[in-house]
C-alpha cells in the first residue's frame, strides 16, 4: 500500500508574508486531503504567461514539475494558489505521473460527466457555439471549458466548500461576481453540489481523504 503523504510537504514557500499566505493555504489543504507521494516544487513568483495571475510550471517533454509561481499583483492569491495545487495535483497524483488526469483518466469519468452536466459548464458552452456562429473568436472559451481547467477550478472550489475559510470563499465570490462571464468560471453553490461531492468520492476512492 502506498503511504499517502501532505501536500504541504512537496511544496516549498519562501519566507516573508507571501510565504505565510502560501503556508495557510497549504494548512487548509492538508485538512481536507492527504495525497500520493509527490515531487518537491517551489512556490514563488515566477510565472511565465504574461496574462495569468498564476502558473503551474512543468516541462512539457519529461512531464516532470518545475513549480507554482503566483504573481505578486495577483487580486487573489490564496485561491490562484489553490487552483495551481489543482494542476499540480491533476499532472502528477491523479493519474500517471507527468499527464493530466483529468483529461481522459479511467477514475474520473464520474467527475467529467458531473461537471460537463453543470449549468457553468452548458451556459459557456453555449456562449462558445454563439459566437463561433458570429464569426468571434473563441480562444477563451476553449481555455474555460478545458477539462484541466475544470478540474483546477473544481478542486480550488472543492477545498474553499469544505472547509468554509472565510477568506477564501470572500476571494471565491468576487471572482465569480466580477462580470458576467465569470459566473462560468466557478459554480454557483447548487450547481456545485454534485460536483464537490464527485470530487470527494474520487478522493476517497483513491483513499485520499
Known sequence: MV??????AACAAPEGPFGERARRVLALVDRVHRVSPLPSIPIDHQVENLF???????????????????????PHPELTLLHEIGHFL??????RPGS???????????????VWASTAFQEAHAARVAAELRGV?????????ATTELWSRAYAQYIVSVTRDVGLRV????????????????????????ILEAVDRLFRQKEWR
Open 3 to 8: 503511504e499517502m503523504a501532505l501536500v504541504s
Open 52 to 74: 495569468a495571475d498564476g502558473q503551474y510550471r512543468f516541462d512539457r517533454h519529461r512531464g516532470k514539475a518545475r513549480g507554482i509561481g503566483i504573481r505578486a499583483s495577483a
Open 90 to 95: 491533476d499532472h502528477q497524483a491523479l493519474g
Open 100 to 114: 493530466f488526469a483529468s483529461k481522459l483518466h479511467p477514475d474520473l469519468p464520474s467527475w467529467r460527466r458531473v
Open 137 to 145: 473568436r473563441v480562444d477563451h472559451f476553449d481555455y474555460w471549458l
Open 171 to 194: 476571494q471565491l465570490d468576487e471572482v465569480w461576481g466580477s462580470g458576467v462571464v465569470y459566473h462560468w468560471v466557478y459554480w454557483e453553490e447548487r450547481d456545485f453540489a454534485r
